[in-house]
């Protein structure tokens, strides 16, 4: 009973500290934002288009600039203030908001002008993600990192179920998408305006020499570690080939037969699954075995990434997607606390711009991947073989990296003395 006890109050303990409060609600908010308007944005491409291949290609267009300015966007995260540098990353989505918003007002049917947008969105994004992780250790002390990160990553999953299915209903409340890109710039808004009150005691960064050596540390340090190497690039293949949020729009509407509202309902249906599991490893943290159980639950996300894929029940296809979102989320909070503890704070923006490359490559990039397959063989082909292909990557990296395999404890027992 004492030891249930202790680890409900270490569970919540992070939320003691009011840095980590306010980034988590800024963070809540942007997500929410972004959930609700990328929804928006897939419906309203593909009625414009009809073409799986222009739902790939809004993934795209938000991915290269982060591939082209990840060496940048990572020495800004260590060379600026990280404070101000988020809030101006939120100010950055709101503007690309009203753009959309813009765009939907006037009336235009012609994909390209929403591309562009994405493509700012894309930009701004390339500096968001490496300075919003790099800033987390200095928001709570190191020995509750674990669970600030798993917290972090349940903040993260609630806004994505609440998000597209708030954008959905929005939608087709307001028989349109102006009212979702409303709501999207105003929570960006207000996600800039809580960020400015978060306290970090954060030190002047260090002003290193540009250099070589210094912008290309992240990737060198990640080539080092081959724990972090293995468990960030079977994420990026896993997801890459796994990934099927991008052809949801095709399933609501062809397969599933269902509108706006369902397809919030299925793009929710991930954040449920990642962010009960979020919260279960909040309270139970990994102890032991963690690159096993990385690997079970990579093969695990392959395997209901399949079962969706040949399903023509709505309320199959969302517990599907639910385990889909719980077996991702292991390996996110394992990648995300073996990148934060082990980096020093000085190069923490470079490494994570890296990492980050990965995520945005398993993501925006794997979102072009299946509408580009589902394009050529259909889209529940491209689901099922992207499902297989996630499973027969587990057992590759298995092999290839036994370090990964053999990984035990993501935190040194020191911490916790």
Known sequence: ???????????????????????????????????????????????????????????????????????????????IDRRRLLT??????????????????????????IYIVLVLVGVVRSFNGP?????????????????????????????TI???????????????????????????????????GIKTGQAAPPREPISWTTVLAGLQYIRREKVILGSISLDLVAVLLGGAVALLPVYA????????????????APGVGAGAMAILLAYRPLRRRAGA????????????????????????????????????MVSVVIRGTLVQVKTPDEMRGRVNAVDMIFIGASNQLGEFES????????AIPAVIVGGIGAIAATVLWAWWFPELRRADKLVEPSSAD
């Open 253 to 268: 509407r062809e397969i599933l037969h269902t509108g706006p509202w369902g397809l919030g309902i299925l793009r929710s």
């Open 371 to 378: 509408g580009a397959t589902a394009q050529w063989l259909g």
């Open 1 to 79: 009973m004492p030891d249930s006890t202790n680890a409900a109050v270490s569970g919540r303990v992070v939320f003691s500290y009011p840095a980590f409060r306010n980034y988590e609600l800024a963070r809540l908010l942007s997500v929410l934002s972004l959930e609700m308007q990328s929804v928006a944005v897939g419906w309203q491409v593909y009625e414009i288009t009809k073409q799986p291949l222009a739902l790939g290609i809004t993934g795209l267009a938000q991915f290269i600039p982060g591939v082209l300015l990840f060496l940048v966007s990572g020495h800004a995260a260590d060379r």
């Open 162 to 196: 609440l998000g597209p299915a708030l954008g959905g209903l929005i939608y087709a409340v307001f028989r349109g998408p102006s009212a979702v890109y409303a709501a999207a710039m105003a929570g960006a808004i207000a996600a800039g305006l809580v960020t400015l």
């Open 88 to 113: 101006a990353c939120y100010t950055g989505f709101a503007i690309c908001s009203a753009l959309l918003l813009a765009i939907a007002l006037r009336g235009i049917l012609r994909v390209y002008p």
């Open 293 to 328: 159980s990385m690997l079970w639950c990579v093969g695990g996300f392959g395997l209901a990434t399949v079962i969706f894929g040949i399903s023509r029940s709505f309320l199959l296809s969302v517990v599907s997607l639910i385990f889909v979102g719980a077996t991702d």
């Open 131 to 159: 300075v919003s992780r790099a800033i987390l250790p200095r928001l709570v002390p190191m020995e509750v990192f674990p669970s600030a990160v798993a917290w972090h990553s349940s903040v993260f999953q609630a806004a």
